[in-house]
């Protein structure tokens, strides 16, 4: 959330980088936020190209003609790419917002067990799921098309 | 509590992209696989699928629900992330400000294209 109690964030983007004693889901987060902001400034792009279907078929074939080609196809799969992932890991931040599959609130007693290893099964779930998906996008992008 | 208030929003229009962009990819990019929505030919962009979903009401109402939750979505998402760097109170203010203003625009350029789009393939 936005309010930082007076506490200066230090390190700044470059904290983005490191996961610390976070783990693997502190990199989740860094590419979290890194897919939504590419998945933003694709989609403002997005609005603008995409209108161009008001103005009927020719100007809709043009402004599709100007963003056709390997290249684009490359582009546009890494747009799905984020999307698989942004999107399905965004489900697993809001169960675990929720409270769900954090497990119960235990006493704090030595050795300490942290909810961060309680709730990796759900990130694992959610990348092999990511990752089901993204193969399917794959085969219809380069295979099946 | 007005920020508590935004990211409860964030996170309900998270859930609203997650329903209405998946049905999108799915008729854009699963298009072989999967197969919906695209009655006049094999490719989603073609201009006849483009036009037998404009002229579906549904898809009149989803694309700007899709449009105003991916919006806010993504220019809140962005908006923490610049405020989580520290700036002082009057450059705070101009990124509420500009975000607020570009969001509100290109809801309104992008609705507005829906709407025509919509009117068009009906006439069509």
Do not use: C
């Not at chain 1, 983007?13 to 939504?36: D, I, K, P, Q, S």
């Not at chain 1, 080609?69 to 942004?86: D, K």
């Not at chain 2, 036009?51 to 998402?77: D, E, I, K, T």
């Amino acid at each position: 959330m936005l309010e930082t109690n007076g506490h200066p964030n230090r390190l700044g983007l470059v904290g983005w980088l490191g996961g610390g004693r976070w783990g693997a889901e502190r990199y989740l987060y860094t590419l979290h936020r890194l897919t939504g902001l590419g998945l933003l400034a694709y989609f403002l792009l997005h609005i603008v190209v995409t209108s161009s279907r008001a103005l009927g078929p020719a100007a809709w074939q043009a402004a599709m003609g100007r963003v056709s080609g390997p290249i684009f196809v490359a582009g546009e799969f890494l747009v799905f790419v984020a999307f698989a992932f942004h999107g399905l890991n965004g489900i697993r931040l809001v169960l675990v917002e929720l409270g769900w599959a954090i497990g119960k609130p235990i006493e704090p007693v030595y050795p300490y067990r942290t909810s961060v290893d309680e709730q990796r099964p759900l990130a694992i779930a959610v990348m092999v799921l990511a990752g089901l998906l993204v193969f399917a996008g794959g085969l219809d992008f380069f295979v099946l098309h | 509590m007005r920020d508590q208030a935004l990211w409860t929003w964030h996170v309900l229009a998270g859930v609203v992209i997650a329903v209405l962009l998946g049905l999108h990819m799915t008729i854009m990019h699963l298009d072989v696989l999967v197969g919906i929505f695209n009655p006049a030919d094999p490719h989603p962009i073609e201009w006849g699928n483009v036009v037998a979903r404009a002229r579906q009401g549904f898809f009149l109402v989803s694309y700007v629900v899709l449009l105003g939750a991916a919006l806010f979505h993504g220019l809140y998402g962005l908006r923490n992330i610049l405020f989580e760097l520290g700036p002082g109170a009057g450059a705070k203010r101009a990124v509420n400000a500009l975000l607020t203003a570009g969001g509100v625009a290109m809801f309104a350029f992008g609705a507005l294209a829906a709407w025509a789009a919509s009117t068009l393939a009906r006439t069509l």
